[in-house]
């Protein structure tokens, strides 16, 4: 009930704060890049550009928001109510995802037609989003500055997304099985070509452990970092 | 309602204690003041009593629970209302207050009816960013009131506010009292812990130094004399005047009888010297 609450309030949260009209500009902006991008890069562009909607944008998008919030000081009250870290993080991770999926599928759909496999590419696209949310959030908890966020956040994200570089051929490993970029790469790339079962399994069991892992991180992190300040007036003062 | 016993408490990688055992009752249904200067663990009692510091030593009960064992349904029964009146501030006076409610699932408040008694009915649909700090006090004042709380926390509670609304919310707060509500209020203003505690605590350096209500403290530690200022021809003249046998008085009674009276003031003790004769500290 509280998680329905706050997933609905986080999306007009989202949308009063203009995070929506930010998401139309990108969307825009990458839909006229792949109209420019050669057709035989396209595929290829068209995966990068959606792993980088729910990724690098929910990475920014989610730090950004509890950077307003801390901003207008919501904490302070938010945590003396019954509402809990986990609803918190839990309905986050939900309407930033929703608002990933929305603009992955008009990318994908205006570009390329519907996904091969849209249960696939949509979990991709959901599962990478939560990961990089609640990571994002873990992050931010813990950074006073925006500046520190931005610095901070590619450090933590720069690891899970080292499977890139064995998609673009640049070096492969066989660690990159463990990350969780590599079940997302296997799940988008379901958007143009067909996927085995074994291959959408392990995509879609290493982006769960994944984002349980770094839920717990990511409470864990908050309540040290964020309840401890409770109390302490924010800003907005 | 609360009970606290030998309470201590140490801020991670900070040597000195926050809270040196401090012990104290406060039953249900009284307005109980915590007084004293910044620093001196005020906040830290209440961040503990409202159950978000838990790693506390000595004994928290609060509603017969120890508070460290407490989870969500502590704050179902709880209002706090920080001193700064923090809100969504792109939403109105009205969503805000929705959304807040909306978090409860015990029974609520309506919230039109919380901005109606702080005379904020017109401010329902202004955004909070287009609010005054007077407004948004009274706007945290509700927030606190939405889930009809047991135990109601205030802090500075009428900071900020012009005299008509501090009167109305000063009101309201002995309106739950009288309903039997707990009310904990934390404050550096004295006279709106005169006018609403039953009992203060001052608290210097982590350590109670006194509990009492005010009305005690102030005569314990005044003079029980009566200054007189009245009219002798053009001119004002003060005298005092011991309160024993005041009656029987010949003096006294000759002078209220024979010339024009000014002002008649008991001589008690100001709370806010009590406090610096008792802890030598100011209240700032």
Redesign the interface.
């Known amino acids: ?2 998680f329905r ?2 997933f609905a ?1 986080d999306i ?2 989202q949308w ?2 203009g995070f929506y009209w930010i998401y139309i500009i990108i969307c825009a902006f990458y839909l006229v890049l792949l109209h420019l991008i050669p057709d035989h890069y396209r595929d290829q562009t068209m995966l990068l550009l959606t792993f980088s909607d729910p990724s690098a944008l929910g990475l920014i998008l989610a730090g950004g928001i509890v950077l307003l919030e801390r901003d ?3 904490h ?9 870290v986990r609803e918190y993080l839990l309905s986050k991770a939900s309407s930033l995802s929703v608002l990933s999926l929305l603009a992955a599928w008009v990318i994908h759909v205006v570009a390329s037609g519907i996904p091969q496999s849209p249960i696939g590419f949509s979990a991709g696209i959901i599962l990478t989003s939560s990961f990089m949310t609640v990571l994002s959030i873990g992050v931010v908890a813990r950074c006073q500055t925006i500046n520190g966020f931005i610095l901070l956040s590619q450090v933590f994200a720069l690891p899970f997304i080292l499977p890139l570089l064995g998609y673009f051929k640049v070096w492969n490993s066989k660690v990159f099985l463990l990350l969780p970029t590599e079940g997302t790469l296997r799940l988008l790339t379901s958007g143009t070509l067909s996927m085995s079962l074994g291959n959408f399994m392990y995509s879609i069991m290493i982006l769960l452990f994944w984002n349980v892992v770094i839920f717990a991180w990511a409470k864990m992190s908050f309540e040290q970092h964020v ?1 401890k300040r ?2 302490k ?5 | 309602m609360i009970e606290v016993e030998e309470l201590h408490f140490t801020y991670p990688k900070i040597k000195e204690q926050t809270l040196s055992g401090l012990s104290f009752s406060i039953p249900q249904g009284e307005v109980f003041g915590f007084l004293g200067p910044s620093g001196a663990g005020k906040s830290t009692t209440q961040k503990i009593l409202i159950g978000v510091l838990k790693n506390y030593l000595g004994s928290v009960k609060v509603m017969g629970k120890e508070i460290r064992n407490t989870g969500s349904e502590y704050f179902e029964r709880i209002g706090v209302a920080f001193e700064f009146p923090n809100f969504y501030s792109k939403f109105t006076a009205l969503e805000n207050l929705q959304l807040f409610r909306s978090l409860y699932t015990g029974s609520t408040a309506e919230p039109r009816v919380l901005l109606e008694q702080v005379n904020l009915t017109e401010a329902a649909n202004l955004k909070v960013s287009q609010l005054s700090k007077g407004m948004k006090m009274r706007l945290n004042f509700c927030r606190a009131l939405l889930n009809n709380p047991q135990i109601l926390f205030l802090d500075e509670p009428t900071s900020g506010l012009d005299p008509v609304n501090a009167k109305r919310l000063k009101d309201l707060i002995l309106e739950k009292k009288a309903n039997g509500t707990t009310v904990i209020i934390t404050t550096h203003n004295m006279q709106a812990a005169e006018e609403l505690c039953d009992r203060v605590a001052f608290i210097v350096d982590g350590q109670i130094k006194l509990i009492d209500s005010p009305r005690e403290l102030k005569l314990l530690n005044g003079k029980k004399r009566v200054r007189l200022e009245y009219r002798y021809q053009n001119e004002v003249r003060n005298e005092e005047f011991s309160l024993d046998d005041i009656g029987e008085n010949k003096y006294f009674l000759k002078l209220i009888r024979e010339h024009p009276i000014e002002t008649i003031h008991s001589l008690e003790a100001s709370l806010e010297q009590i406090f610096i004769d008792v802890t030598g500290r100011q209240l700032t």
């Not at chain 1, 007036?233 to 003062?237: C, F, M, R, V």
Request: no cysteine; hydrophobic share 40%.
């Open positions: 009930m509280r609450t706050a309030f007009r949260f009063r704060h207008q000081g919501i302070d009250p938010l945590f003396v109510t019954p509402f809990r309840m409770i109390g007036g924010g800003g907005g003062k």
